[in-house]
């Protein structure tokens, strides 16, 4: 890759691999459910475990050729944002390893839990020290650094003790409440979002559906609480359908693939209320949010792989 586009190599790229990686742990969820041959779901594995490394690569490249531009990324208002989208993918690789290789995912996962805690302090310390952050530089990307803290416990029921996964839980669940009104605030009282981060608002979904999933894993019940947390899943889901009139305006950045992981946390909570509940209307749901988020994967792959020959991706802002 020409060393300009190595420069302008943007950390958000790995929401990419956040992106495949949930549609991986759908894929794998519903081939017990349809009966999905394992050949595909290792020919997917593959596939994601080959855009991680490769994304990694160059950000790699990127960090030894161009520090200061990485520097810069850490210090700016909205990207620093998607730098857990590298501990999250970690994350997302143990829990859809859990089922294939559990000393894999225990690995995976003891990389990416405190890789996230310490995204998260760092995030939260930028916010409280930090001057240059204004109001409306707050868009649903913000929820990122605290939405990986909800993934650690999926796999960690497997891999730690039930206080660490409470720990993850409990600060995952407090801050997205707390963000949750900055956010809303800053939707209500200010200028609109940017074009290029209105896909964002797909984010909106994920904390919901992922406090769930984490919730009912590590408590194994599905009570009152798990309830509500679902009741606001499908909330969150309706409500952001109902801004269709903003995402149909937009032309095609990386942030689209916001679209992905939230569909997948969505369709992953309603796979596991209908394990849970046996409820059948679950299950047509499941199918019907599975259906889509192929749809939006192949659809943003064939997007980002136009882009990519054309130049258009790795350019100054």
């Not at 459910?33 to 596939?47: E, F, K, Q, R, S």
């Not at 944002?81 to 690995?107: C, R, W």
């Not at 409280?128 to 649903?140: C, G, L, W």
Request: charged residues 10%; proline residues 5%.
């Amino acid at each position: 890759m020409h060393s300009k586009r190595i420069k302008n190599f943007p950390i958000s790229f790995f929401a990419v691999t956040m992106g495949i990686n949930g549609f991986l742990i759908a894929l794998g969820k519903m081939k017990e459910l349809l009966g999905i041959p394992n050949i595909l779901l290792t020919v997917v594995i593959a596939v994601s475990l080959l855009i991680f490394v490769v994304l990694a690569s160059l950000y790699i490249a990127k960090c030894i050729s161009f520090p200061e531009e990485v520097i810069k990324e850490l210090h700016h208002p909205v990207k620093m944002h998607f730098f857990p989208t590298f501990a999250v993918s970690l994350l997302l690789f143990s829990i859809a390893m859990l089922d294939l290789n559990l000393t894999v995912s225990k690995i995976l996962w003891w990389i990416g839990a405190p890789l996230q805690l310490a995204f998260t302090i760092y995030t939260m310390t930028s916010w409280v020290q930090k001057t240059h952050f204004d109001v409306t530089h707050a868009n649903p990307s913000w929820f990122i650094p605290i939405l990986g803290n909800l993934i650690v416990p999926v796999a960690g029921v497997a891999h730690v003790p039930l206080p660490v996964n409470w720990f993850f839980f409990s600060v995952g669940f407090f801050f997205w409440v707390v963000m949750l009104a900055v956010i809303i605030n800053r939707l209500i009282f200010h200028h609109p979002v940017v074009e290029k981060l209105v896909p964002t608002f797909f984010i909106l979904m994920a904390p919901p559906a992922v406090a769930f999933i984490s919730y009912v894993k590590i408590t194994g019940l599905l009570d009152s609480f798990a309830i509500f947390l679902y009741s606001l899943v499908v909330f969150m889901v309706i409500f952001v359908l109902a801004q269709w009139r903003l995402f149909s305006k937009i032309k095609f950045y990386l942030s689209w693939w916001a679209y992905s992981f939230p569909l997948a946390a969505v369709d992953l909570a309603t796979i596991l209320y209908y394990h849970k509940s046996g409820y059948q209307p679950l299950y047509y749901m499941a199918l019907m949010f599975f259906a889509a988020l192929i749809g939006i994967v192949v659809f943003l792959g064939w997007l980002t792989i136009k882009h990519v020959l054309t130049g258009e991706i790795c350019v100054e802002e």
